[in-house]
């Protein structure tokens, strides 16, 4: 079984005000915040409230925090569907665990390592996700790098776009899953399908502020499909139709 590894390390660093032609618009106006799911958050829809304005990306809180459970993975698994079908070019990730300012009697937490994105993968959970073959693997760099002027432009402070390749895989795209399956707090490797049962290291929560992404609307809407689950399926639920006219005037 895989683990968290084939990362890719590409990224750039967002412009302040959002107008890099070459990574695309938001595409915040398109979710359909109504289907946002997210398991494994600590908080009913915290995954939803991290789908922020541009504006308020840097924002600490509200935040998209795992589970608190010393004996589990942290993971967590944010499905977005959108109203329409999307072309994607980027998306950022940002998280404020271990940032200077950050309150230090605060509960420690950690920023996710390693993102696996799924395009048009409907219907996942753990389970399946663990050992599917991603669309694409990210790399998510620590949030020193962030927080940091290195590349900066004196603010000290900035999100990191992460380019989407190949780029043919994320056009009409309708549902985009992210599956952050570990932290920095946690050994390189140790997530997904590699779990940390043979180590006595407490699990830390998995931490993110903000998740962004880019490219452009399609204008083809998106045709919403209601399943309906059985765990028995019942003879009379799976009639053919029509079949209640066999037999009547010669049919």
């Not at 915040?33 to 908080?43: H, I, K, P, T």
């Not at 939803?48 to 541009?54: A, C, H, M, V």
């Amino acid at each position: 079984m895989s683990g968290c590894d084939g990362h890719s390390h590409d990224h750039e660093h967002a412009e302040p005000d959002d107008t890099n032609a070459s990574l695309g618009a938001s595409l915040r106006p398109h979710i359909d915040f109504s289907g946002v799911q997210c398991l494994n958050e600590s908080r009913q829809n915290s995954g939803r409230d991290i789908l922020k304005l541009y504006e308020n990306r840097l924002s600490s809180a509200p935040a998209l925090l795992s589970q608190e459970d010393p004996d589990e993975d942290p993971e967590l698994l944010l499905i977005v569907p959108f109203a329409e079908a999307v072309t994607m070019k980027s998306l950022s990730v940002m998280s404020h665990a271990d940032a200077p300012d950050r309150d230090v009697t605060a509960v420690a937490t950690a920023a996710p390592r390693t993102l696996r994105v799924y395009a048009n993968r409907p219907n996942l959970d753990f389970e399946t996700v663990r050992d599917l073959a991603p669309t694409a693997t990210l790399s998510l760099v620590p949030p020193s790098h962030q927080f940091s002027d290195e590349h900066g432009a004196g603010a000290g402070v900035g999100t990191v776009d992460y380019p989407l390749r190949p780029a043919g895989r994320f056009q009409n795209v309708s549902e985009i899953a992210l599956y952050f399956c570990d932290n920095h707090a946690m050994p390189e490797g140790s997530g997904g399908s590699n779990d940390m049962d043979d180590t006595d290291e407490d699990r830390i929560q998995t931490e993110i502020t903000y998740v962004g992404f880019k490219g452009k609307g399609t204008n083809m809407r998106r045709n919403a499909v209601e399943a309906v689950y059985e765990t028995q399926g019942m003879k009379k639920d799976h009639k053919v139709p029509g079949s209640e006219y066999y037999g009547r005037e010669g049919l």
